[in-house]
């Protein structure tokens, strides 16, 4: 069974400092993978997704995420912090070969902005 | 339209209540799931519908009973709920899948229950 690991539960950062917020999964093969965001009491808004191609991927509110096979990882990053961005961060994986679509969700990072 | 909407937003019900959430998307989606989401953890998976038919229920209980009428609805009716159900219920929607090709999911916004 697949799995997602952020390993930093929190994280505390500066207002327009930068910011990398790690993901690892396992999986067999090349999965499809995910950012969330999530406001206190919102839903799920979708930051950027990787399916296939250039490693680099580029999404809204200026976050971009870097798909790394060898390390199984899938971090995303912003080069300066908004305090707008404090949330929870959730990164997921989809399975190619379930043909239910599921989502395998890791445990989700939050983020904090200072001042 | 690409939007999955919930209603209603909040909703506090007693333990004795029968209450039903609702989701719609008219994104020609065939596939809906409910999610239910405790305070700081990720979303839980509890059903799955494909072309209206329950294809997954993640062993939840019977206190819970979803429903899809028709192919852009889908209801999760509640019933004699305990206060630990209390949590955000997330819907999505995606295209159904099938061997080898991954359909993304669209959220809606939640519907906050408090169960007292």
């Known amino acids: 069974a697949q799995s997602v690991t952020q390993p930093d539960i929190h994280i505390t950062v500066s207002e327009g400092a930068s910011l990398e917020l790690r993901c690892n999964y396992s999986y067999g093969a090349t999965p499809y993978l995910f950012w969330y965001v999530q406001s206190p009491g919102q839903g799920l808004q979708l930051l950027l997704k990787y399916f296939s191609g250039d490693t680099l991927v580029q999404g809204i509110k200026g976050f971009e995420a870097e798909f790394k096979r060898s390390q199984s990882s899938f971090n995303l990053r912003k080069p300066s912090v908004h305090w707008s961005d404090a949330a929870e961060y959730f990164c997921?994986?989809?399975?190619?070969?379930?043909?239910?679509?599921?989502?395998?969700f890791g445990g989700g990072t939050r983020l904090m902005v200072k001042p | 339209d690409t939007e999955v909407t919930q209603t209603p937003k909040h909703l506090v019900m007693g333990m004795t209540n029968k209450k039903s959430l609702k989701c719609e998307q008219h994104m020609g989606h065939r596939a809906m799931y409910w999610y239910k989401q405790k305070a700081k953890k990720p979303p839980e998976l509890m059903f799955v519908?494909?072309?209206?038919?329950?294809?997954i229920n993640e062993s939840v209980p019977s206190r819970f009973s979803p429903e899809c009428p028709n192919s852009s609805l889908l209801n999760l009716h509640l019933h004699a709920l305990q206060p630990e159900d209390s949590a955000l219920y997330l819907c999505?929607?995606?295209?159904?899948?099938?061997?080898?090709?991954?359909?993304?999911?669209?959220f809606g916004p939640g519907t906050r229950l408090t169960v007292l």
């Open positions: 999505a929607s995606s295209q159904e899948g099938t061997g080898g090709f991954y359909n993304e999911q669209f």
């Open positions: 997921a994986v989809g399975e190619p070969e379930n043909a239910g679509n599921m989502l395998t």
């Open positions: 519908y494909s072309y209206e038919k329950l294809s």
